[in-house]
């Protein structure tokens, strides 16, 4: 038997988002591109505040066949 919660009462606190493009001027394409986002978050617990920091990072590389 399943049983009923309180929903949570998670609050984002902070965001960050930066990335760059890498262009290949003489191939005329797109050669790579990176991402970081970084996201705080915030909840209570009981008479605790439980505060997370969360990074990801992503980076894409494109080859030519």
Same mark, same amino acid.
């Given at each position: @038997?399943? %049983?009923?919660? =309180?929903?949570?009462? *998670?609050? *984002? $606190?902070?965001?960050? *988002?930066?990335?760059? /493009?890498?262009?290949? =001027? @003489?191939?005329?394409? *797109?050669?790579? +591109?990176? %991402?970081?986002?970084? /996201?705080?978050? @915030?909840?209570?617990?009981? @008479? /605790?505040? $439980?505060?997370?920091?969360?990074? =990801?990072?992503?980076?894409?590389? $494109? +080859?030519?066949?």
């Amino acid at each position: @038997e399943a %049983s009923e919660q =309180a929903p949570s009462k *998670l609050k *984002l $606190i902070g965001q960050e *988002l930066g990335g760059k /493009l890498f262009f290949d =001027a @003489e191939a005329g394409r *797109l050669v790579k +591109s990176e %991402s970081t986002q970084k /996201l705080t978050t @915030e909840r209570p617990y009981r @008479e /605790l505040k $439980i505060k997370v920091e969360t990074t =990801a990072e992503t980076t894409t590389t $494109i +080859s030519s066949p």
